[in-house]
């Protein structure tokens, strides 16, 4: 079983910066890859996506133009680095992952979870 660990989570003010990271067991260049995150009493919330060979990268509404995916096929290993943090960022956030070349955005796609870093943005 596809085993995913998040890190890098933690409290930072709002207009700072993150860099979560995502390290998955094995296969890891089979994998298209995926950030979701959830908060209190909310759905979960797809947040980006990177292919298989990282050359196609998707993000939702609200974090385009602050957030960027990447991924490092050596280190079997996808980030997030977010930048210009708000205090509606403020989630739980979940890497995921499924077959396929392409980076779907449901929730449905993706086929294993990680436990999930925790993010905070004060006011």
């Known amino acids: 079983q596809v085993q995913l660990v998040e890190s890098g989570g933690g409290l930072v003010q709002a207009g700072g910066s993150l860099r979560l990271s995502c390290l998955v067991s094995d296969n890891f260049r089979s994998y298209a890859m995926g950030w979701f995150r959830q908060a209190p009493g909310k759905e979960r919330e797809f947040v980006a996506s990177i292919s298989r060979t990282g050359g196609s990268t998707y993000y939702g509404d609200s974090v385009k133009g602050r957030f960027t995916i990447s991924r490092d096929n050596a280190k079997n290993t996808v980030s997030l680095q977010m930048n210009a943090l708000k205090p509606e960022d403020t989630a739980v956030y979940h890497c995921?992952?499924?077959?396929?070349?392409?980076?779907?955005?449901?929730?449905?796609?993706?086929?294993?979870w990680g436990q999930g870093t925790q993010v905070t943005v004060s006011s």
């Open positions: 995921a992952h499924t077959w396929g070349s392409n980076a779907p955005q449901r929730v449905a796609d993706f086929r294993s």
